[in-house]
């Protein structure tokens, strides 16, 4: 099994910037692919951004594209969310995710381990 734990969420004006981590522990082998995805009360849960273990290949939803990146640190067992320009509509609880492939389709029933997820909320 993989134990994921996100931090880093909080409060931030509008343009302003955070940056999410979120902890890996367990069988981290099962971790090839990681990724954050967020949720707001009522709707889905959305696809953000994903890295595959070596780093060399990112993917970001249209909406954060230019603005959010995602890296990770396989020595720490760490993925992290750099959020710039930060938008009312980013608003939202952020979850970490992690599975032992990379999903053809990013969606969440895709992945298979999630952490407690973290609130990310913007001031406009």
């Known amino acids: 099994q993989v134990q994921l734990v996100e931090s880093g969420g909080g409060l931030v004006q509008a343009g302003g910037s955070l940056r999410l981590s979120c902890a890996a522990s367990g069988r981290t082998s099962s971790t090839f692919a990681m990724g954050w995805f967020r949720q707001t009360p009522g709707k889905e849960r959305e696809f953000v951004a994903s890295v595959t273990r070596s780093g060399d290949f990112t993917y970001y939803a249209d909406s954060v594209k230019g603005r959010f990146t995602i890296s990770r640190d396989n020595v720490k067992n760490t993925v992290y969310l750099q959020m710039n320009s930060l938008k009312p509509e980013d608003t939202a609880v952020y979850y970490c995710?992690?599975?032992?492939?990379?999903?053809?389709?990013?969606?969440?029933?895709?992945?298979?381990?999630w952490g407690p997820g973290t609130q990310v909320t913007v001031l406009s």
């Open positions: 995710t992690g599975n032992s492939y990379l999903p053809l389709k990013q969606v969440a029933g895709s992945f298979d381990y």
